[in-house]
């Protein structure tokens, strides 16, 4: 399916939660279709699907390589995001809009959704017999996209948390207490996970591990803390936004009110989830200093925490999928695998629209420890390359002072 | 006052919040001590005052410089802090202790309150007649200490602010909303006026920031957003967690139930005060996407976000309590002064004990505006060079393209 000279127009857009990369794969693309004589005007859609249904597009081919390059080492969607998922008619009007502005090669970089998306317009394409390359390009902290070993923007969402998680086991061990975090992540836990990263020493936290792939329950949450307690008069939790109980129901909505207007728990930009677990375990255990911080939107759009693997492997989807909808492939999406052998490297294929799209997927089996509330070092060694390394810690020795 | 050849043992310990650089403050003094021939065994008590308490001393003696060192460059207080403040019983017990351990050189790193012990401590000793030398070592990101012109640890909680806002005002611009972060700080507002270091479009956020130094209304606070909203179609907010209503009562005391066993409303490890004011949003201005996080633990302990001058300075003050108490003076507190002219230098100098005791220091008029929601210029020329430079910001010219 080896695409020739088709001459025309190309139109990007960024779609979803930003993430501190996701520039990186938006100048990726601009700077490869650059390069390409047959793509002529490069067009960025601001606010995503929003963007191309107002016509509201800026002109890429205008920017320096000045600017490409400095918005490219800056997080958070540089042409804007948006949380819409286009209705069959919405794609219908885009695929026009497309059609209008000579729009031959489309690029979206998104989650799932986004693949979905770009699968649905590139039939509205075919069905009109309108000659035209599309292709999805991964990004998402979550790390839940399939056919990927790992997607850009979760190798640096981890090793901030990873990084957080470090500096506030070394807090808790300063002013000894129960301290809970909440990470990021609705469904997939990889996130919350990274927070084992942070251990340097035997007795360092994050001490326990709640993910949404295995069910929450009070009742051995509250014995696990307790135990953790006892043994070293301290406890650092890890605990993802989305845990939800035996039912699938968020803990946060059994206890949290506000809904947004579909009426899902709003689950990020709210500190309700961990003020709930920190009053259970004042109220049940009795321990007095008990504080939890949610990590909130930092995660994703921290500037200058970011995994210099990821930075690369962003920047290289981003210039995968123009280069193979120039030259290879009239549709895709670019997924990341990873290389057998001792040392950490990844490889790029294209993968078809659909395997990207609806489906997400989970933290595997063994990735997560039998009792469901710490990960193991299968999951450590996968994801520590994809992270990079973390500042190093300093521990005194300690030699206690004979009692005079 | 010079001290001559006084032979003793040095004791070290930490107190209160730990800062990303009160290890170096630690470090610096013991490195200096080293240097001291007067000075014979070093020892470090775990957990401020507590471990004086319980003689639970460690030997810092036996460190090797390589350790050293790399605490140093760890965050949070690798001795332990502890929050305790003692009571007259307790100082003349710990004098008692230091005695034990023919302690002649006591060093106390923490804020206000460690001052005022280290002077209790000293007086101890002066009515004992027993010859003694204590220095108080400045350290507190919340930059609330009297005599200093800034503290050790503000630089680089500060930068971790800025930091934070920079990447969440882009996280803001490409999902725009309303955002709320709050900020550490109980009485003193420099850490989230550190928030305004952030900006570098005049569009950037945060387009609001509220102090704990001027009264907060929730009429006026509501009418500021709807303002900048309608503006700008977004807004992003810095509130410090002790805003407080006219007759000093803290906003989050009017809402919050909970309080700590001195009746104090807990402010930090509480999501609730960001929550309660995206909750009067978007029910009093209909705003569908409110958001608000609470920036928590990490701003004293992120490894890695450390401000270069705060580093420096953290080191040179706990080396010269040292070198002050081993040489020149026999007890006081260093204090950090800035130097006229244009470009930034500090100096160092020798301040009593009790002039930083006590009571602390708050934002000055002329930092904030008049309008009691935002900083002045004079904030930013103050502050810039004591958090070093921040992560630059790339943006596209963003060129619209003609309608088709």
Tied chains: 1, 2.
């Excluded at 939790?237 to 009110?257: T, W």
């Excluded at 709930?276 to 921290?302: H, P, W």
Aim: charged residues 25%; positive net charge.
């Amino acid at each position: 399916m080896a695409t020739k000279e088709l001459i025309g127009n190309m139109l990007i857009a960024q779609s979803g939660g930003p993430t501190a990369v996701i520039n990186q794969s938006l100048i990726g693309a601009v700077l490869e279709a650059k390069k390409q004589k047959q793509i002529k005007r490069i067009y960025g859609a601001r606010h995503g699907i929003k963007g191309l249904l107002e016509e509201d597009l800026i002109d890429l081919s205008r920017e320096t390589v000045k600017t490409l390059e400095a918005v490219a080492q800056t997080p958070s969607s540089a042409l804007g995001s948006v949380r819409k998922k286009p209705t069959a008619e919405d794609c219908a009007r885009i695929f026009t809009v497309l059609q209008k502005y000579n729009v031959r090669y489309f690029f979206y970089i998104g989650g799932n959704d986004s693949a979905e998306t770009t699968h649905i317009i590139n039939e509205e394409a075919r069905k009109a017999k309108y000659e035209f390359r599309c292709f999805h390009i991964c990004k998402t902290i979550d790390n839940d996209l399939r056919q990927n070993d790992h997607t850009p923007g979760f190798g640096s969402g981890a090793k901030f948390v990873a990084s957080a998680f470090m500096g506030d086991n070394l807090d808790n061990r300063a002013l000894p207490g129960v301290k809970i975090n909440v990470v990021m992540g609705r469904h997939a836990g990889f996130l919350t996970a990274a927070s084992a990263l942070a251990r340097v020493y035997p007795d360092d936290g994050p001490h326990l591990i709640y993910l949404p792939e295995r069910p929450f329950a009070m009742s051995r949450f509250l014995q696990d803390v307790k135990r953790v307690h006892k043994k070293y008069g301290r406890c650092v939790v890890a605990v993802s936004e989305g845990i939800a109980d035996r039912s699938g129901k968020p803990i946060a909505s059994l206890f949290i009110k506000e809904t947004d207007s579909h009426g899902n728990v709003q689950l990020s930009g709210s500190g309700a989830l961990g003020d709930l677990l920190a009053g259970e375990i004042r109220e049940k255990l009795g321990i007095a200093r008990v504080r939890a911080d949610t990590l909130g939107y930092l995660q994703r759009s921290f500037p200058g925490v970011v995994s210099a693997n990821d930075a690369k492997e962003a920047r290289a989807v981003g210039q995968l999928a123009v280069k193979y909808a120039a030259t290879a492939y009239a549709h895709g999406s670019v997924a990341i695998t990873r290389k057998t052998g001792k040392r950490y490297a990844v490889d790029y294929k294209r993968v078809p629209l659909k395997s990207v799209a609806k489906d997400t997927r989970h933290m595997p089996a063994r990735f997560i420890n039998a009792a469901g509330n710490d990960v193991t070092q299968a999951f450590v060694d996968y994801a520590r390359p994809i992270v990079g390394p973390l500042p190093p810690v300093g521990r005194f020795k300690g030699l206690p002072v004979k009692r005079a």
